[in-house]
């Protein structure tokens, strides 16, 4: 695997153990760029902090929080941050890095980095959640900035906590910084179509996807893992062109439809209580998601949910990676000896750091568009991106992913030879 780090210990399946092993796959394609590859397997820098808050019945709480930059060669650091409470590290060493992948792969002038707080945000009240999120950002205040690096949302993460996290930011340099996150509302420099972008860019490369599989939407069976920002929102767009979500799965359940999930009824009530109070569709147990007969399967929880087990027995001939790193390293190899088509994440769920490059261009020219103009600028960048992976995997006939680290890579290490090495 190389790059041993001595405060990470990645195993195989393991996040940044997952990353390490996609970057060893593309070297070969890399030329002589490949000089350079150890790059990608070290983080430029990555920042530990505490953040204590007094919570409300008057105890002192420490929360660990994590910001890392992994790669800046072609721009500040572009990633979200996560609420979550097994938020490690090392986890987000591997989402800074696939952020950096993922800006490179649709040509965003962007690197790669991420952050997270170990925290169950479920179990804060809303003041807490204001408190933990202010600290923070202000111990991560050294790194961040507009033109050094930009938090998003992430899992467990939205608008509000970014108004926050602006607001602190802005506090502390004496200013108003709109550029320092993206993700915002509307009114703070916040832009149209960026709360659905994810989701979108699930849809559009789907939707190609499909097109030419030969898989005609108009009926396919979709099972969709996770249903917040972004799986509900692609299971939303899916339906829209006449497929069906015959099954869903979030954080208290699983439930199933075969002749499809009603989701005007449906998302409001997952929102607020979680899947299993819906009436309209029968509970089965969590690992039974996997066995369901559909012909779309869209992983958009966390990382490693695609084992080899699982790759074995899904019965989806297309895979769209809406969360990242969902599918592991021998699954992956097992779903391509299926004939099983996987859109992987650093392209299928780049429409997210693709409006949130639009929102950070809006804030800077304070002149903002209209939605239609930021779907069809995301539809444009998507398929252009897609199209040229798909030319290059034909041409090495190598898998999607594969391509896009391909692409993706080669854009990394050339501006990082272009720039050279400081001194
Ligand atoms: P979210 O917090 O809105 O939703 C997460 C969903 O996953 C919820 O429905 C939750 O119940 C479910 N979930 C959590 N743990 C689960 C488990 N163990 N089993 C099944 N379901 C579980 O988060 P999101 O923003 O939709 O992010 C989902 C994924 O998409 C993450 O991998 C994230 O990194 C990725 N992603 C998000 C964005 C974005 O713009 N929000 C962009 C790119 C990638």
């Given at each position: 695997m190389g790059a041993d780090l001595s405060y990470v210990h990645p195993t195989a399946n393991s996040p940044?153990?997952?990353y390490l092993s996609q970057v060893d796959r593309v070297v070969p394609y890399l030329g002589d760029l490949a000089r350079w590859a150890e790059t990608l397997k070290r983080p430029k820098r990555a920042l530990i902090v505490d953040v204590p808050i007094e919570m409300d019945n008057g105890?002192?709480?420490?929360?660990?929080?994590?910001?890392v930059q992994h790669n800046?060669?072609?721009?500040p650091g572009k990633g979200g941050v996560r609420f979550h409470p097994d938020v490690t590290l090392e986890e987000v060493m591997a989402l800074s890095a696939w952020m950096t992948v993922k800006t490179a792969a649709v040509n965003l002038p962007y690197g790669g980095a991420k952050g997270g707080i170990r925290v169950d945000p479920k179990k804060l009240s809303q003041k807490e959640l204001e408190?933990?999120?202010?600290?923070?950002t202000s111990e991560i205040g050294i790194i961040i900035g507009p033109h050094t690096d930009i938090p998003a949302p992430d899992v467990n993460t939205n608008a509000q906590i970014m108004a926050w996290m602006m607001d602190t930011y802005s506090m502390n340099i004496g200013g108003t910084a709109t550029g320092v996150v993206t993700g915002k509302p509307l009114h703070l420099g916040g832009s149209l179509g960026r709360v659905k972008a994810t989701g979108r860019g699930v849809f559009v490369t789907g939707r190609e996807a499909a097109r030419r599989l030969g898989l005609d939407l108009r009926g396919a069976r979709?099972?969709?893992?996770?249903?917040?920002n972004v799986g509900s929102v692609a299971a939303e767009l899916f339906v829209e062109a006449g497929a069906?979500?015959?099954a869903v799965q979030d954080h208290t359940g699983t439930i199933v439809n075969e002749n499809g999930l009603d989701l005007k009824a449906l998302i409001p009530l997952s929102r607020a209580d979680g899947l299993v109070s819906f009436k309209g569709g029968d509970v089965i147990a969590n690992e039974a998601f996997w066995d369901v007969a559909c012909?779309?399967?869209?992983?958009?929880a966390l990382e490693g949910q695609i084992t080899a087990e699982r790759a074995k027995k899904t019965t989806a001939k297309l895979v769209l990676e809406g969360a990242n790193g969902p599918t592991?390293?021998?699954?992956?190899?097992?779903l391509a000896e299926r004939g099983v088509l996987v859109v992987p994440d650093v392209i299928c769920n780049a429409g997210g750091v693709t409006v949130s490059y639009f929102e950070w261009v809006q804030d800077f020219s304070s002149f903002f568009w209209d939605e239609d103009e930021i779907n069809v600028r995301l539809d444009r960048i998507m398929m252009n991106a897609l199209n040229n992976i798909w030319d290059t995997a034909d041409k090495h006939k190598i898998t999607l992913r594969t391509a896009t680290f391909a692409v993706a890579c080669e854009r990394i290490l050339m501006a990082r030879q272009e720039r050279g090495l400081y001194p």
């Open positions: 940044w153990g997952t105890t002192i709480a420490h929360f660990e929080g994590f910001r800046m060669s072609r721009g408190k933990i999120t202010r600290r923070y979709i099972a969709v893992q996770g249903f917040g069906k979500i015959v012909d779309i399967l869209i992983p958009a592991v390293p021998v699954a992956d190899d097992i």
